[in-house]
């Protein structure tokens, strides 16, 4: 069975710019989170969307958007990308409710210059 | 806010040396998961503890959840060059919530 895929692997933008992160979740899987991984500040809750809607978002700005689609694929998307959202962008999904494990796909490096 | 504070940050040692990593918070969860995570990769669930004073083992890899499910600890006997990597705890209070993380390095 396939795990969580993601895509770009790698995503390179300047200043000002937008940029579009992909996640596919395991088949059956409802439930989608997005996570930032910055160096040195560990894993910080993103967005969780869960049946297409999103369901709870972490403490970051509203140009960190996204939205989940009918076959529970997953798109992040960061308008005005500043310098210090380079970071690893990590997506996990779970069969459902926010207590279920979460399995984590590979991630997207995405970098800012 | 729940928090949860990793020590040690950084851990370099040589093979065959034991280890104990601690996950703290002032905060109960009702459950606790380790990950492991390797360069380029995402986190990959180890184990998760549910019950205060659980131990679960994993080969050489104990794994603790506190009595009253606030803390927790991994404890790796004769570390080999194969466990070098971040090691993450996250507890589990209606979302989840990940500690810093453990960076660690076995040497040959």
């Known amino acids: 069975e396939a795990g969580v895929t993601q895509s770009p692997t790698h995503l390179i933008k300047t200043r000002g710019q937008q940029a579009t992160l992909r996640c596919s979740p395991i088949?059956?899987?409802?439930?989608v989170y997005w996570y930032q991984q910055a160096l040195g500040l560990g894993l910080q809750f993103l967005l969780w969307?869960?049946?297409?809607?999103?369901?709870n978002r972490g403490n970051f700005p509203p140009r960190f958007s996204g939205r989940q689609f009918p076959n529970y694929s997953s798109e992040l998307n960061v308008n005005a990308l500043e310098l210090e959202d380079s970071a690893l962008y990590l997506c996990?999904?779970?069969?459902?409710?926010?207590?279920?494990?979460?399995?984590f796909g590979p991630g997207t490096r995405l970098t800012v210059l | 806010t729940q928090l949860l504070e990793q020590s040690p940050q950084f851990l370099s040692i040589q093979e065959g040396e034991n280890l104990t990593v601690y996950c703290n918070s002032s905060s109960v969860f009702s459950s606790l998961q380790w990950y492991r995570q390797e360069p380029g990769e995402g986190p990959v669930l180890l184990v998760t503890v549910v019950t205060g004073g659980e131990v679960k083992k994993l080969k050489r890899l104990t794994f603790q959840f506190g009595d009253a499910r606030k803390d927790s600890s991994l404890h790796i006997t004769a570390a080999q060059p194969g466990d070098t990597g971040l090691y993450l705890c996250a507890g589990q209070g209606g979302k989840l919530i990940f500690g810093q993380g453990t960076e660690l390095s076995v040497k040959p």
């Open positions: 996990a999904s779970s069969p459902g409710t926010r207590t279920d494990t979460q399995y």
């Open positions: 969307y869960d049946e297409g809607e999103e369901r």
């Open positions: 088949s059956g899987h409802t439930s």
